[in-house]
Nanobody, 124 residues
Framework: QLVESGGGMVQSGGSLRLSCTAS????????MSWVRQAPGKRPEWLSS????????YYTDSIKGRFAISRDNAKSTLYLQMNDLKPEDTALYYC???????????????????WGQGTQVTVSS
């Protein structure tokens, strides 16, 4: 089970730190990811962190503003979000696993491995 928290409403330029607490599986042995979905849009994979703490970013718009991290002792995944913009408004999910690039095609973790999400709303 994955439970996200830390979302809320902030003004443009503000910061939030999302948390995702995992249970029911061996957290330290899985790569983890953050994905967001705005109303009427497809999911957008943001970032992943593997079991060796190597980070991968999938969306250029968050580079330099968002940072993913994990605390295996607490079975918790984090997303520090700084300099938030109105276009960052979305439902944010954590996911067990990470997108896999197989011969140029990305395969994404099924929604069954996502949490329920936490809403982030950024006002201008």
């Amino acid at each position: 089970q994955l439970v996200e928290s830390g979302g809320g409403m902030v003004q443009s330029g503000g910061s939030l730190r999302l948390s995702c607490t995992a249970s029911g599986f061996s957290f330290s042995t899985f790569a983890m990811s953050w994905v967001r979905q705005a109303p009427g849009k497809r999911p957008e994979w943001l970032s992943s962190i593997d079991i060796s703490d190597v980070t991968t970013y999938y969306t250029d718009s968050i580079k330099g503003r968002f940072a993913i991290s994990r605390d295996n002792a607490k079975s918790t995944l984090y997303l520090q979000m700084n300099d938030l913009k109105p276009e960052d408004t979305a439902l944010y999910y954590c996911s067990r696993g990470a997108p896999q690039n197989v011969s140029g095609t990305y395969y994404y973790p099924h929604r069954d491995y996502w949490g329920q999400g936490t809403q982030v709303t950024v006002s201008s």
